[in-house]
């Protein structure tokens, strides 16, 4: 597909959520020496806009999701007072963050950019939220969560409600790491080409195609790209951010970052917070080829430990079912669902060697 934007040569945004997205490799445990030492770091490698909070964004500190050592309102005051020219954004999904409980005391932090999340068929639940902040001034931009489970015409449509909330831009985010690069040129392509306001992609590293991945929403004429310092996040983890930036900067393309300092980022005060390595594991490879939620993971683990199912197979029938988040408790049902199909199969077996 030939698409509007020459992007060689233009200056991209690439948005440092590492204060944000990160926080799930850690439990959501940033301390508020992490926060001010790497909010240091981001300003002065250049970021201009960086993600502050829960890992599931405001409001979503709690039980289920896990509660973050510290609240919303802590993390983004503890951040603003080290940043000067980097922007303090946050990210929100409609349902565990509320206008009155949690955005309006994150604006009284001192937020001035709000992404707002759904899943890729609910742009309307975020107009309420998106609106309130467009209207306190706030910079904001749309997210269409799991965009691989839906064509790439389905994804213009939802993004077009999201143009017309106000947004600055809409980002797809590839939230199991399913994608492969044709399909994010495919899909980044057409938002780029029906979209008026700016284009972003956010990748997941389960097939190990996330760098790869944000290159090629790059070429497609994305101009937002999302990423974590060291690649820190959930399951597999993210778009690694200094690797991204080296890689886009050797094609010719600008961030205007300075790529030492993201590298000392990274490894001074990212990898001695980090509890283990970010690796692709079997549950994250089998996440990102069943195409279901990376967060659902830990939860399949668990359920398999209980039910004596193998939790792979948890994932894939998951994907099957076209599972999302915010659907865990049904990884229970699923692994009795297994479990019984399995006793069976075994009863077959004995009845069958008797015979």
Known sequence: MQNKNNTSGKKLLVVDSTLRDGSHAIAHQFSKEHIK?????AEKAGIELLIVGHGNGLGA???????????????????KKELKNTKLGAFLIPGFGTITD??????????????????????????????????????????????HMISSKELLAQALLMQAYGVKGVLLMDSAGAYLPEDVTEKVGILVNGLSVEVGFH??????????????????????????????????????????????EKMGFKTGLDLYTLMDNSDKIIAPIMTKPQVIDGIGLTSGLAGVFSGFGRHAVKAGKRFDVDPRDILVELGKREIIAGQEGIIIDVALYLKNKKNVKNKNAEIEALI
């Not at 309102?73 to 951040?79: G, I, N």
């Not at 994150?106 to 309130?132: D, F, P, Q, R, S």
């Open 61 to 79: 500190s709690s039980i289920q999701l896990g509660k973050s050592l510290l609240s919303d309102k802590e993390m983004l005051m503890t951040a």
């Open 203 to 248: 990748a997941h590293n389960n097939l190990s195609l996330a760098v790869m991945n944000s290159v090629a929403a790059v070429e497609a004429g994305a101009t937002i790209i999302d990423t974590t310092s060291r690649g820190m996040g959930a399951g597999a983890g993210n778009c690694q951010l200094e690797v991204f930036v080296a890689v886009i």
């Open 37 to 41: 030492d790497y909010a240091r770091g």
């Open 102 to 147: 949690d955005l309006d005391p994150a604006i009284e932090a001192g937020l001035e950019t709000l992404m707002v999340a759904t899943h890729c068929t609910e742009a309307n639940v975020t107009k309420e939220h998106l609106l309130h902040a467009k209207k306190k001034e706030l910079t904001t931009y749309g997210v269409l969560m799991m965009s």
